[in-house]
T-cell receptor, first 116, second 114 residues
């Protein structure tokens, strides 16, 4: 079965430091997009970053960057200079083939705590 | 800028009751979807639609019905609520098929089934 796995249910980091959240997946597709979404306590889901699988260059959005290893099927999110506002649940999401159609599947989530 | 609007925000049902969760978007998006969020399980896709008149099942469709009569609206119906349907429900839309595009989410509906 095709899956998306976030193996870290919880992570914590000191303010201003760097933290990396991991995500692995299993897909037979060759061309696809990968996403990281953030869910703060407000519950609103917010897109953090998107990566195109056919691009070798890792995506970057300000303090957020990804480490995409296509062969290893790994898609980690690095947050630099962590801020208190980064505290949230983080979900990776990847299209997987389910019942004959591609559907966007989310990982289990990682709860990130920022320590002042 | 309404975006994706979900109603109600909170709902308590008794086992066996039926109800409809409403979702509307004003961005003329073709793709709309419903997810449920449960602790430790992330978001799981219930049903989705790629346009008016077209719907399909997601990962966990049992116990839920949907229809898409207009581009704007995508209601989710619980025919006979069960305690296992206690969850937070999110509606999301995007301007194409949703697979490779940014999803715009509603603010969620917290549903409790007693």
């Amino acid at each position: 079965a095709q899956t998306v796995t976030q193996s870290q249910p919880e992570m914590s980091v000191q303010e201003a430091e760097t933290v990396t959240l991991s995500c692995t997946y299993d897909t037979s597709e060759s061309d696809y997009y990968l996403f990281w979404y953030k869910q703060p306590p407000s519950r609103q889901m917010i897109l953090v970053i998107r990566q195109e699988a056919y691009k070798q260059q890792n995506a970057t959005e300000n303090r957020f960057s990804v480490n995409f290893q296509k062969a290893a099927k790994s898609f980690s999110l690095k947050i630099s200079d962590s801020q208190l506002g980064d505290a949230a649940m983080y979900f990776c999401a990847i299209p997987l083939l389910i019942q004959g159609a591609q559907k966007l599947v989310f990982g289990q989530g990682t709860r990130l705590t920022i320590n002042p | 800028n309404a975006g994706v609007t979900q109603t109600p925000k909170f709902q308590v049902l008794k086992t066996g009751q039926s109800m409809t969760l409403q979702c509307a978007q004003d961005m003329n998006h073709e793709y709309m979807s419903w997810y449920r969020q449960d602790p430790g399980m992330g978001l799981r896709l219930i049903h989705y639609s790629v346009g008016a008149g077209i719907t399909d099942q997601g990962e966990v469709p049992n116990g839920y019905n949907v229809s898409r009569s207009t581009t704007e609206d995508f209601p989710l119906r619980l025919l006979s609520a069960a305690p296992s349907q206690t969850s937070v429900y999110f509606c999301a839309s995007s301007n194409r098929e949703g697979i490779n595009e940014k999803l715009f989410f509603g603010s969620g509906t917290q549903l409790s089934v007693l």
